[in-house]
């Protein structure tokens, strides 16, 4: 597939760079910031994959459809910075109705916020302190717009909710999914690492299971 990822200078987006890559995609790799260009990673399959880079804005509209066409996949981890979290809601809006002129599937990374606590009486993780701590409340809450504006849209999305703990760790190709539910392991702890969402990310890339509706994964 030819894959266009936006925030692919990010944590989580660098990731899904490499799993794609390591799959045999052709990526388009979309920074703001040409000097953030994502490091290059050795492709699994070297005499398909390929990477070139795109600079633009996820929030523009003109930039969004040149950095969509041509693609049969975009994928979107885009995060702003602390105290622009409203931005992110600009910029799914602007990808959604891309996406949709353009006939092309899109996969958001979005947020663990509006996920339902299991034995809370429906309580979300946005209203629970012990899965989302105060710092994080004001991206948790664009990530709840952000799945509205999902929702409103005509556009062919998925949304990946995350387990409340997304780090850094390593990729074992191994998790559970969920839909609505907040997954939790046996101590209590919904976790992933950041290498296997970009696994369950690509699998769902290429063997749609979750169109027009939110999934989740964790350990």
């Known amino acids: ?111 663990a916020a509006t996920l339902t606590v299991p034995g809370s009486g429906a309580t979300m993780v946005l209203d629970d302190p012990a899965h989302l701590p105060a710092a994080y409340r004001p991206i948790a809450l664009a990530c709840a717009a952000q799945l509205q504006v999902c929702r409103a849209s005509d556009a062919d999305w998925t949304y990946l909710s995350p387990a409340a703990q997304l780090l850094p760790g390593t990729r074992t190709g191994a998790y559970r999914l969920g839909a609505d539910e907040l997954l939790l392991d046996a101590d209590g702890t919904s976790a992933i690492s950041m290498e296997d969402l970009a696994v369950a990310l690509l699998d769902e890339a290429e063997h749609p299971r979750h169109r027009r509706t939110r999934f989740t994964v964790a350990y």
């Open 1 to 111: 597939m030819r894959i266009t990822v936006f925030g692919a200078a990010g944590a989580v987006g660098s990731r899904v760079v490499t799993e794609a890559l390591s799959r045999g995609h052709h990526v388009t790799a979309v920074v703001r910031d040409p000097s953030r260009q994502p490091a290059p990673t050795a492709a699994a399959h070297p005499d398909t994959a390929a990477a070139t880079l795109g600079v633009g804005d996820a929030s523009d509209p003109a930039d969004a459809a040149r950095l969509i066409a041509g693609h049969d996949l975009v994928i979107t981890a885009v995060r702003p910075a602390p105290g622009h979290e409203a931005d992110l809601v600009t910029a799914t809006q602007t990808l959604l109705s891309a996406a949709h002129h353009a006939a092309t599937r899109i996969l958001l990374v979005g947020g």
